[in-house]
Each structure stands twice: as C-alpha cells, then as structure tokens.
C-alpha cells in the first residue's frame, strides 16, 4: 500500500492533487497525483516504499483545503469475482506487515460523491455486513479507541467489481463516513446557507472551544447577513449580533431580541464605538482578494478576534487564488505583529467557494 486515496467534491480533482503533491514535497516526499475529472478523488502515488503511510501520518488533514478524507489504499483491485470480492480484500490487510491491523476500530466501505457512483451506495450498505464479520473472525475490528488511537477501515469502490483496500490513522482523518458531516437543515432557519456555518463551527472547533468562545456573553457582525441563514446559527449559541445587509432579516431572528440590523454595506461598515466583537463571519459575493483584504482590515484595525467567511473561487487557477490570499492573511497579521491561526476547508455545504477560520492568539 504506498498510494493514498483523497476524496473531495467533484470538480476539484485539480485542486486536491496540486495541494497533496506540494504538501508531499514540503516533506520530501515524491509521487504523482492521477486525476480524473469529475471522479470524486485523487490517487497519489509515491515513488517510495511506505512513504504513502508516511504522508498519512506526517500532513496534518485539518491543514488540507480540499481534501474530505485521507486513505492510504492498495493497487486498485479489479475484476473481483461476485461469489466472493471478501477473500482478495482480506488478503490485502493480512499482507500488510506496516501497519497492525489489529488496532483499527471500523470499517467504511465508500464510494465517490457522484452522481455516477451513487448506484454503488446500496450495494458497499449491503456489502458492509458480511466484510465485517469476517474480518473480525481474522482479529481485526476489535480495538476500543482511545485518545484517537488506532487505524480504520476503507474500502473505496470504483464500481461493483473493483476497489481500493486501504486505512486512515484515528487521529488524522475526518471522523465521517466518507468525509461527510451529515446535517439537517433547521426548520426554522432563514436560508439553507445555514448549513456552511454550522459545518465551518463543527469543522474548525471542538465541542469545548465552541462553549467558551460563541455563548451569551459573545458578540458578533455579520457582513452580508441577508435573509440570516448565518446569523440564525449564532444566535442559536446565545450570541448578540449586529446583521450588516441592505436587504431584509427575516422577522423570526429580529424578534428574538438577539439581532441588530445595519442596513448597510459590509465594506463600509464599522462596529459600534467601545463595543468589543467577539466574532466577524461573512458570506458575501465578491472577489476572493477582496473579501481576504477586508477580513485583514478587520483583524489588523483590533475590530474582532476571530472570524469565519468564505472565498467565492474562480473558475480558473482555484487553487493558486486559494494561496495568494493565505499569503495575504499571513503577510498583513504577521505586519502588524499580530499573533493567529489560519484554517481552510473545503466543506461539503460549500460549492465554488472555500471555508476560512482565523483566530488572533
């Protein structure tokens, strides 16, 4: 097993094999990344032997944009026969000496997030029932985790007689069945939009951070809030927030008494004097090196001390706009004496767009 497998949105294959083959380089490692647009995932494949584990141990998951799930994989298994796909997978693990397969803790059996491969969804559910039991007949899926110890389980199919074998590390993968945070959408909620906050939230803190930093006693603007899909979610922690849009909020957050709307425009608008903002968040239309210089402004003038908002992308040269304005970020809080902590995702509620969360330490 020296490949890794990375899932991502469709249509970003691009993207997530230029991140993975510069992360890979900043530690020395070598491979190259085979892409198939539209599949869903990326294989990179390393020049060296168990470089592949290496990588999934040594990039830190959470520094990756694009990428929803980290696996190291086998070669593609193909042409598996029906009356028994269970022994060749099994055969895969068992010849394995890397890794100790008798500390995983789960199995996944996935396919891409596609439209094509969703016909594949029914089977892997099925499929899932007998792996498993056999598997723990060979003495794996039995370790309890603790602390994020211990390895699991994927099996990636590309169609119903071909799969990658492969295993993520506990303690540096996304902790979803592939990759995906399922969420529903509140009832209530002004806009399906509300959905990229709460993902960015669960994504970019833990349960503990986001108790002491988004309560009651916390603050926070929202540039571009209309109709409040964004507001509604820190609100729902007890937050005050001033909602910044020419448009309307919807009347169930104002009547909350939670909620002041500045009908104005998020690039002019200021917070309120002697009042100190907890949180900025902002999900405006606009060019990505825009929003990035107003984000700094904000940081740099003391106006907040943390922040989620996104970057609309272009269609062309994503991944390098991506970089351009973490350098920015980085170069105008480092300027300043400021310091931070950077994070980008690309979340399954966004679409031509990436997720950022920047905290002043």
Known sequence: MNKLALY??????????????EKAADLGIYGFARVVDNSGYVIFECYQENEADRLAQEVQFKQLIFARQLVVVSDLLQD????????????????????????????????????????????????????????????LLNYR????SGVTLHILFINNDSCYVGYSYNNNHAPHFMGIPRLKFPSDAPSRSTLKLEEAILTFLSEKEEKQRMNS??????????????????????????AVDHGKIA????????????????FKFQPP??????????????QPMRITSLMSKWLTNGWCREMIFNLKLPMKKRYQEVRLCQQKLHDDLSKAGLGFE??????????EEITLHVRIK
């Not at 004097?273 to 606009?286: A, G, P, Q």
């Not at 950077?342 to 679409?351: C, E, G, N, S, V």
């Open 273 to 286: 004097k002697r009042t100190k903002i907890d949180w900025l968040v902002c999900d405006m239309v606009e």
């Open 80 to 139: 598996l026969a029906t009356e028994d796909r269970i022994s060749p997978i099994v055969a895969q693990y068992q010849q394995n000496s890397l890794v100790d397969f008798k500390q995983s803790t789960e199995l996944w059996v996935e396919t891409a997030d596609t439209n094509e491969a969703k016909s594949l969804s029914t089977f892997c559910r099925k499929f899932t029932v007998p792996l498993r039991q056999q598997l723990r007949k060979c003495g």
């Open 145 to 148: 985790e603790i602390y994020g």
């Open 342 to 351: 950077i994070q980008a995702k690309h979340l399954y509620h966004d679409r």
């Open 217 to 242: 006693e916390s603050k926070a603007v929202d540039l571009g809030a209309c109709p409040g899909g964004w507001s509604y979610q820190l609100v729902k922690r007890g937050m005050f927030v001033y």
């Open 251 to 266: 009347p169930s957050l104002m009547e909350t008494g939670r909620v002041d709307h500045c009908p104005e425009d998020g």
């Open 8 to 21: 991502c949105r469709a249509g970003f294959e691009k993207e997530l094999a230029a991140e993975i083959t």
